[in-house]
């Protein structure tokens, strides 16, 4: 024999413990609002979601119960380092020396937006990446970011490789099949050169048909593409149990014109769960 009690409500949700991230920003993560039915499983989803921004070290909650029989929701979060800078040089017979520099800040200004910035530089080898994604445009969880790319590489003594191009991204949340699904939508523009051909590549290269030498260039590549993913991992890094699954569609040339058509499919799946002792 069941008899069911009052249900109780969320009256307030506090946030406590954010010195950088702005409360908006976790505050919209939350599945469980102000007013519903205080659900186990809503909290557990709003813990996930939070802890998967990645920006904090420790999620916990806690609650305070009303005279009504309602709750007052206590969530506190632990702020954790999240840029990075990084430097480093490396050698190879193609490259040579190569020094990098790294630059990420995965939560700029405390907004969740994130800035990604990689230079290499060497004799043979410089590399500029720029990389800005906005997470929530406009505060809707619609996803917007841009790339700029310039790469020059110079192969041995032949000829120097240039690499320039634009993508720009836009991403939503689904809520079918269910609330685990997003959808990015992708451009991308690109245009490769090659030149500062050697004298000695130029005599080898005579003698072979569609040679670098013999093709007009720059050569330009206008692609769009399409990713559908589900992640309901419990965590961006390390995951201990759930899956990821991942299709992306591309399309270059034909009505989006550029030198080079082509079509590719990729495909991604992986599974996460414990094995032996905490393996």
Same mark, same amino acid.
């Not at 307030?12 to 702005?22: M, R």
């Given at each position: 024999?069941?008899?069911e009690? $009052?249900?109780?409500h969320?009256?307030? #949700? ?6 950088? !991230?702005?409360?908006?920003? =976790? ?27 990645n ?10 119960? +009303?005279?009504?029989?309602? #709750?007052?929701? *206590? ?9 990075? #800078? ?10 040579? $020396?190569v020094? !990098?520099?790294?630059?990420? #800040?995965?939560?700029?200004?405390? !907004? ?13 080898? *410089? ?6 994604? *906005? ?41 079918? /099949? ?36 013999? =093709?007009?260039? /720059? ?6 593409? =399409? ?39 990729v ?7 414990? !094995? +032996?002792?905490?393996?």
């Amino acid at each position: 024999q069941v008899n069911e009690g $009052v249900q109780a409500h969320v009256h307030k #949700i506090n946030i406590d413990g954010n010195t950088k !991230t702005h409360e908006k920003v =976790i505050r919209r993560e939350l599945s469980i609002k102000p007013g519903a039915v205080f659900k186990r499983s809503l909290l557990l989803r709003s813990l996930r979601d939070v802890s998967y921004l990645n920006f904090f070290s420790n999620v916990v909650p806690n609650y305070d119960v +009303l005279e009504s029989g309602d #709750i007052d929701l *206590n969530i506190k979060v632990e702020e954790k380092p999240t840029g990075q #800078i990084s430097f480093g040089a490396g050698y190879s017979e193609r490259d040579k $020396v190569v020094g !990098t520099l790294g630059l990420g #800040i995965p939560n700029l200004f405390g !907004t969740g937006q994130s800035l990604q910035l990689n230079v290499d530089f060497g004799k043979r080898r *410089n590399t500029f990446q720029l990389s800005y994604t *906005n997470p929530w445009f406009k505060d809707t969880p619609t996803s917007v970011g841009a790339d700029i790319y310039n790469v020059n590489r110079r192969w041995f003594n032949d000829f120097t490789e240039e690499t320039r191009g634009v993508g720009l991204r836009l991403g939503k949340r689904l809520y079918w /099949p269910d609330n685990y699904f997003r959808i990015f939508l992708g451009y991308r523009f690109e245009s490769v050169r090659y030149f500062d051909f050697s004298d000695s590549y130029k005599l080898r290269a005579d003698s072979i048909p569609n040679s670098l030498t013999k =093709i007009n260039w /720059p050569q330009l590549t206008s692609s769009t593409s =399409i990713t559908i993913q589900r992640d309901d991992r419990n965590l961006p890094q390390f995951a201990t149990k759930g899956s990821f699954v991942s299709w992306t569609g591309e399309l270059a040339g034909g009505p989006l014109a550029g030198d080079w058509d082509y079509q590719k499919h990729v495909l991604e799946a992986s599974k996460y769960l414990h !094995t +032996l002792w905490k393996l």
